[in-house]
Every structure is written in C-alpha cells, then in structure tokens.
C-alpha cells in the first residue's frame, strides 16, 4: 500500500486553513492524525492533490474548563490526551473512561476526536457519548463560527453538517447537573465497535429510596447509519422501585427503534439483541452513579 504523491499544506491558523480547503474544493481535503485519511488514500478509496494539515494550528488544540461547569476539547486534541486530561478526569471521567477504550494505544496517540467525528464512520464510540452528554460543535469558515448540537452534526454515512471549507474547531461539553451520570457500553465483533450505547440520566433531588429520574438519554450508535435518540419518557419518574422494569421497557424500545445497517458479522436481529443488553445495562450503571 502506497500513499499517492499529493501537495502538503501546512497553515497556521483556522482562518488561512479554511481559506486554503475553500480555494482547492474538491482537489484538496484537511487532516489531521491520518488515521483515517492516509488509509483511505492508500486503500485507493480516496484521492486528493492537496492535504491541508491542521497539526499545527495551535487553535485546534487544547482542553480547557469553561463557564461554571463545562469544558471545551480542541478539535485537534488526540484521543489519548482526552484519555488523560486532568480537566476531563475531575468533570467528565466517564469521557476519558469511553476515550480509553477507542482502538489501540497507537491509534489513540495520534487520531482526534475531530477527525473521528468528522469522518462520521458509523463504528464510532465519541458520536454517541457526545449526543447524550448534549454537547455542541463548534465549527469555523473563514472567520464566522456557529455552533451546531451533536444530534445535528452527523447527516448521514461518512456525512457532516460541515459546509465545504469548513472546520471543526472545538467540542463544548455544558455544565453536568447535579446528581448526573452517563454510562457508556460497547460491543466488538471485530476492530471497531458494532453497538455503542450511551445512558446519560439526571435524579431529581432526594435520596435513597425516593431517587427519582427527572432527565434522561439513551443513545444507540454503531448500529445505524447515524446515532439514534431513544425513547426515554417511560423513565421520568422511575425510583428504585420499579427503575429495572422501566429500564427493560426503555432498551426495549431502543431496540425496535433503532435501524440496523447491513452487516457482514451480525444480523439485524443479533444487533437489535445486543441493543436490548446494552442499553438496560447502560441505564441501570447510569442510575446506580447517579444515585
Ligand atoms: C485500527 C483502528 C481502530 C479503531 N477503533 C475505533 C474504535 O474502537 N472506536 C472509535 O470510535 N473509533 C475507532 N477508530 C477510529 C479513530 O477514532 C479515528 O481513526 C481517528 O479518531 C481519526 O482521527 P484523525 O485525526 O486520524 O483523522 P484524519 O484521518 O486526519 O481525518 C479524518 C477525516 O476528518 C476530516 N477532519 C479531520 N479533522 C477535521 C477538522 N478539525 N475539521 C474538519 N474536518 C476534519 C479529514 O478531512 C478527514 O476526512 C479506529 C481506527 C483505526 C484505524
């Protein structure tokens, strides 16, 4: 496997690289960590004069709090400094717990969280964390910015809501509120995942016994072309009680919800069976945390 001659580009700033991916159009495409990219090029998949580096744009990197509460990961931010972000650890652990489990160590150190989200493979363990933590996309060209939610950033397969020339600079994660947790799950039957699900649940105030749910996401991805939003109103109100049967109830439905695409490894039946499991563990972990 042979990478093809092509242009290297190297801005140092989102303005000039956005300009740069603007001029070239078609002929030429951003990168990042090559994880995907330089694979696609070499497989033949893909095929570009141009590549426009964002290594060395400063702008994209970094992982820093922001407001009371919330955090902001640099596009450019490769999953193993996620993994290891103090920042993250002390606001958001289960995000650097999902991020540890992302392919392998070497994988980890050089691909982003940009490049995963921005490739839109479906196999992808951030995209549907990052809907149920209700995040936001922050996305540059030129000079104007606008923020786009996670659910509306994947369109479709290998599909974005980016415009051509357009980067993904950073990910904002909001305030968690009080008495949150998330739970992530993942099934593999080969290198990347084929059922992720992601429980993110809010417990109204009052303890113990009289825990009661007052928010809650569930979101099945891997399966589908993009990640899907459950049902998840027959959780509000659930206490410990009677959580497990709603939870059942819940899964269920994530189940029958969700669309599975054609796959080679398991059938649409298995996958949906794999949902179900996933799911309503994912939900009873979230609220065990949350209690
Ligand atoms: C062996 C293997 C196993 C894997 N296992 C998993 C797994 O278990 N779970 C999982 O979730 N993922 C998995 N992945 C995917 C991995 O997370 C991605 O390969 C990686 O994050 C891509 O990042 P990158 O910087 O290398 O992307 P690149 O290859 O540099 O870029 C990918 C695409 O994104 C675009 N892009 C990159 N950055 C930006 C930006 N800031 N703005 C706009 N466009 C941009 C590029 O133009 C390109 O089209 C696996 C990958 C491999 C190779």
Not at 75 to 102: D, G, K
Request: overall charge neutral; some cysteine; charged content about 15%.
């Amino acid at each position: 496997m042979k990478l093809p001659p092509f242009t290297l580009h190297r801005p140092g700033s989102i303005g000039q690289a956005s300009r740069l991916l603007a001029d070239l159009g078609d002929e030429g495409a951003a990168y990042c960590g090559g994880t995907e990219l330089l694979l696609a090029m070499k497989l033949g998949l893909a095929s570009y004069d141009h590549l426009v580096d964002l290594k060395r744009v400063d702008a994209l990197r970094g992982i820093s709090a922001v407001g009371s509460g919330g955090v902001r990961i640099g596009a450019a931010s490769t999953h193993r400094e996620i993994e290891t972000s103090a920042t993250l650890r002390a606001s958001y652990p289960e995000l650097c717990a999902m991020i540890s489990q992302v392919a392998n160590v070497r994988v980890r150190s050089v691909g982003t969280l940009g490049g995963n989200l921005c490739f839109a493979d479906p196999h992808s363990d951030p995209a549907s964390f990052l809907l149920a933590a209700g995040a936001a996309m922050v996305c540059q060209h030129g000079e104007a910015i606008r923020r786009i939610p996670a659910a509306a950033f994947l369109t479709g397969l290998y599909q974005t809501a980016l415009a051509p020339g357009e980067l993904l600079t950073a990910v904002e994660l909001p305030p968690r509120p009080d008495r949150t947790a998330l739970s992530h799950l993942r099934f593999t039957l080969t290198e990347r995942p084929a059922v992720t699900v992601t429980a993110m649940l809010t417990l109204a105030a009052g303890g113990g016994a009289t825990a009661a749910v007052s928010a809650a996401r569930l979101i099945v991805g891997s399966v589908g072309s993009v990640p899907f939003a459950a049902d998840t109103a027959v959780l509000t109100g659930a206490g410990t009680a009677d959580f497990d049967a709603r939870a059942a109830e819940c899964a269920e439905r994530a189940a029958s919800g969700c669309a599975p695409l054609p796959d080679g490894e398991a059938s649409a039946g298995y996958l949906r069976h794999l949902v179900f499991v996933h799911a309503r563990q994912a939900l009873r972990e979230a609220f065990t945390r949350a209690s």
